[in-house]
């Protein structure tokens, strides 16, 4: 969904040790600068950035934002530990497991030296609760059993690709988008074989 999350700050080398020891405590590698003065860390095929605002005002910190960050329960509480030992502020309560609407959730929340609000959150398929690997994909309901796709009438890429091809002729869309109607005009005068 996503290509990259962004943050700014007002000290690179102080972000640096703080955002360093965190990515390493979640099994992270340290961030590179970039030859702008950006930091960036690439972890678990997402990249993340740290940088001094270009416009040359300060940084500051989002009201309302949170950035999760995909690890276990047991990386949570290394990377909660790395974070305030390292200019992170530890915010709410301790971490651990809390009710919340989406059930058990392991909620470990941090401010980074600038005032970033920050999350551990279990990747996909991972349980909430520390030590318990088998209840299925985090932030499941727990009264609504998992359902796979086919489960969920998910009907496979051959009916989708043919569903696809019923848009493709369908008169409302040759109206709105010409492209579409050259297109199913060149079907319709192509010999059979050639379509």
């Known amino acids: 969904m996503f290509s990259h999350m ?7 080398p102080r972000s640096k040790t703080f955002y360093d020891a965190t990515f390493e405590a979640m099994g992270g590698k340290a961030g590179r600068e970039d030859d702008k003065g950006r930091l960036i860390y690439l972890h678990n095929g997402g990249i ?11 940084a500051t910190s989002g009201n309302g934002c949170t ?13 909660h530990a790395a974070g305030v030992a390292n200019g992170g502020t530890a915010i709410e309560d301790p971490p651990g497991v809390r009710a919340g609407g989406f059930g058990q959730l392991y909620l ?15 990747p996909a398929g991972v ?10 994909p985090s932030f499941r309901r ?19 690709a043919a569903r696809r ?17 050259a ?6 005068a192509a010999p059979e074989e050639a379509r």
């Open 142 to 160: 727990p009264d609504r059993p998992f359902r796979s796709g086919k489960d969920q009438g998910y009907e496979g890429h051959s009916t989708l």
């Open 127 to 136: 349980s909430q609760t520390a030590g318990n690997r088998s209840s299925g």
């Open 67 to 79: 950035i999760g960050f995909a690890m276990s329960p047991e990386q949570a509480d290394a990377w």
């Open 48 to 58: 993340f950035i740290v940088t001094s605002p270009i416009d040359g005002a300060p």
């Open 183 to 188: 297109r199913a005009s060149f079907r319709a």
């Open 165 to 181: 091809t019923d848009l493709r002729d369908h008169p409302a869309l040759h109206l709105r988008f010409p492209l579409i109607r």
């Open 108 to 122: 470990a929340y941090l401010r980074d030296p600038d005032g970033n609000k920050l999350r551990p959150a279990p």
């Open 6 to 12: 962004m943050v700014g700050s007002n000290d690179i």
